[in-house]
Every structure is written in structure tokens, then in C-alpha cells.
């Protein structure tokens, strides 16, 4: 079946513009996480959604970032008022349940935002 | 606080030769959960093995094998008989069980890149 999509693929942005990703995770999996990967600090967890509910935002790194989930499927990372050093690779990975236990992540190829 | 370390940045090695890439975790829960992805030139990451604290088991699958050892909280991964097909960055993670809400986030090592050279 078909995998996590994100869009765009890239997405370059003048500092202090406002963007959106968007990704669409595997049908019928209810967790969703966003993370973000750049050079200087690999691979950084931002927020998870269950279901439409998003119970941890400790990774968000600024009053910048916010994301939703609407109808348990397509969520949308916005980043508000864009700096440079927001440029980086945003991830996306779902997976059936929330339960590190029993369900692997499954990532999508990710969205390289550039901050110009 | 979890914390994962991936004390080799980047690995060359020729093909056919075997290649072990290191995984050192730090975690202060009894239950937890190891994984390995995979990131090739492509970008996706991709699932390779997700383990928990409970199962020290060393496990095999095909050419990869995996070695887990709570003494030294190291969850080592290597390579057999290498290909360049294996050339990739190879990132190790960790997740925890009761740490709340944060529990069900991947903390991943800084990634070691992997070159197999024909």
C-alpha cells in the first residue's frame, strides 16, 4: 500500500514568511510525529499527534511552530514569521498505534526546507 | 533524560568486509525500546529492528545482526559480508515506556554514514 507522503519536497522561503507542510500518513494509522533533521542536530522529535489530539509538544522549539491533525489523518507543520535557521529536512512517520512497543514508525521522505 | 550516542560519524570500509556500528544509550527507565533505521541516498529512513529491554536475545536477519547488551547499554549493529547496496547513514534509537506523554518519541544518535566501497 502506499506510504507516508509529504509536500512539497522542497520548499525554499524568504526569512519571515509563513509555511506549511503537509503530510498524509499511512491510511488506518492513528500516530503521527513530525521531526526535524538538520546538521548540526540530527534528528530532533518536535510533536506527536493520537488520533486529532496532540498530548506532547515538548519538541516544538519555538511559539513559531504549531501543527494540527484534522479528521485522524493530514497534518500540517506551520512555521510562522521563517529564520534561517528553521532550514532543515521536516519528517514525518506514522504508525498504527502510539505504542512503541508493538508499532514501528513508518517515515515519509521528508520535506528540505529552505530559509533563504 | 534518554540519550542516545553514536560515537562513529562516518565508517569506510570495502566491500565484503564486515562493518559493526556502535550504539551506546543512556535511560533511566527498566522498560524501554532500541530500534535501527536506515537512511540511504534517498532520504526515507527505514525500519530495521526494534527491540525491548526485556528481550536480550542477539538476533540475526540475513546479513544484519544485532547484539544487545544491558551491562554496557550498547545496542551494537553489524553488517556481514558488506555491499554497496549497505551505503547509508545508519541511525540508532531509543524509546522509553513511562516517561508520560514524551514516551512514544524516538530519540535518535547522531547517525554513523556508511561507505561501502566497491
Known amino acids: 500500500g502506499a506510504g507516508v507522503s509529504q509536500s512539497p519536497s522542497n520548499k525554499v522561503t524568504e526569512k519571515g514568511k509563513d509555511v506549511e507542510l503537509r503530510c498524509d500518513p499511512i491510511?488506518?494509522?492513528?500516530?503521527l510525529y513530525w521531526y526535524r533533521q538538520s546538521l548540526g542536530q540530527g534528528l530532533e522529535f518536535l510533536i506527536y499527534?493520537?488520533?486529532?489530539?496532540?498530548?506532547?509538544k515538548s519538541g516544538l522549539p519555538s511559539d513559531r511552530f504549531s501543527a494540527e491533525r484534522t479528521g485522524g489523518s493530514v497534518s500540517t507543520l506551520t512555521i510562522q514569521r521563517t529564520q534561517q535557521e528553521d532550514s532543515a529536512v521536516y519528517l514525518c512517520?506514522?504508525?498504527?498505534?502510539?505504542?512503541?512497543?508493538?508499532?514501528?514508525?513508518?517515515f515519509g521522505p521528508g520535506t528540505r526546507l529552505t530559509v533563504t | 533524560a534518554q540519550k542516545v550516542t553514536q560515537a562513529q560519524t562516518e565508517i569506510s570500509v570495502v566491500e565484503k568486509e564486515d562493518v559493526t556500528l556502535d550504539c551506546v544509550y543512556e535511560?533511566?527507565?527498566?522498560?524501554?525500546?532500541l530500534f535501527w533505521y536506515k537512511q540511504p541516498p534517498s532520504g526515507e529512513l527505514v525500519f530495521l529492528i526494534r527491540?525491548?529491554?526485556?528481550?536480550?536475545q542477539n538476533e540475526i536477519s540475513g546479513r544484519y545482526s544485532w547484539n544487545f547488551q544491558k551491562s554496557t547499554s550498547s545496542f551494537n549493529f553489524t553488517i556481514t559480508a558488506s555491499q554497496v547496496v549497505d551505503s547509508a547513514v545508519y541511525f540508532c534509537?531509543?524509546?522509553?515506556?513511562?516517561?508520560?506523554?514524551?514516551?512514544?518519541?524516538?530519540?535518535f544518535g547522531k547517525g554513523t554514514k556508511l561507505s561501502v566501497i566497491p
Open positions: 534509537a531509543l524509546s522509553e515506556r513511562y516517561s508520560g506523554a514524551g514516551s512514544y518519541q524516538l530519540t
Open positions: 491510511s488506518g494509522h492513528t500516530a
Open positions: 527491540r525491548n529491554s526485556f528481550d536480550e
Open positions: 535511560t533511566r527507565d527498566t522498560t524501554y525500546y
Open positions: 499527534f493520537q488520533g486529532n489530539s496532540a498530548p506532547d
Open positions: 512517520a506514522s504508525s498504527l498505534d502510539a505504542s512503541p512497543n508493538s508499532y514501528e514508525q513508518y
